[in-house]
């Protein structure tokens, strides 16, 4: 993963610093998504990444012999290392338009860090998703725990509903900044794997990750891994 890191870049010079920033800040989150794919796919089955920007994730699974395309709202902000990593890549506002793939075409869908940041119509997006899928193909799909200490931290010590971002005003501005939006807001458990039941997929596993920082907090993770500031679902769509 890190030697994949290293030749990452954005062709658009208003993202270098986001880019690298990303890097740094998500490498351990990433190194999990990726330890996390291996434990559940089959090398050499066909994976959908879906916003995949930076690219890191998509090129480092390309590399352990996984069939890999990916999806991003802009992709040609990285058309140089696209094209060097021969990456297979697809532009698409996943809000508003049909994944370019025909239907149960692919064995996998990543949908990390993501769910968080839907706004318009999120069953619309995770529909598209289940399309795609073929039955018994895996959705791995991360997101903040808003029910984390962090987060209810957050609510009772600082009047704010969220687990890991920070202000609602930050996060819209996202829109111009990045292009894309913010944490329109966080979710829980319950939530997460309620929601993706409506869609039509079953949730086979959870994960609890992140956080074991300093202080209480820290402490408590570690005590109680349910109450960590992410998690993971691994979900499947049934066979008919």
């Known amino acids: 993963m890190l030697s994949t890191a290293a030749q990452i870049y954005s062709d658009d010079a208003s993202l270098a610093d986001w880019t690298r920033n990303y890097l740094r800040q998500h490498q351990g989150r990433l190194a999990t998504d990726l330890d996390l794919v291996l434990k559940t796919l089959p090398k050499q089955c ?66 990390n860090e993501l769910f968080e940041h839907l706004r318009i119509n999120p069953i619309f997006t995770l529909s598209e998703v289940f399309r795609v899928l073929k039955p018994g193909g895996h959705l791995l799909l991360s997101t903040p725990n808003l029910r984390s200490f962090r987060g209810i931290r957050n609510l009772i010590l600082h009047d704010q509903g969220h687990a890991v971002s920070a202000g609602v005003y930050r996060q819209y501005a996202k829109l111009q900044s990045l292009g894309h939006m913010g944490h329109v807001r966080e979710y829980t458990r319950r939530e997460t794997v309620s929601f993706l039941k409506q869609i039509g997929f079953v949730s086979e596993t959870i994960y609890f990750r992140g956080g074991y920082g300093r202080g209480l907090v820290g402490l408590a993770e570690k005590l109680a891994p349910s109450m960590r500031p992410f998690f993971s679902v691994i979900a499947r769509r049934p066979e008919p």
């Not at 930076?54 to 699974?61: E, G």
């Open 46 to 111: 066909h994976v959908l990444d879906v916003g995949a920007a930076p690219f890191v994730t998509s090129a480092a699974l390309q590399t352990l012999g996984f069939k890999v395309e990916a999806i991003d709202l802009e992709p040609d902000r990285f058309a140089s290392v696209i094209a060097a990593l021969r990456l297979k890549a697809h532009g698409c506002d996943i809000e508003k338009e049909a994944l370019p793939l025909a239907d149960q075409s692919v064995d996998a869908v990543l949908f």
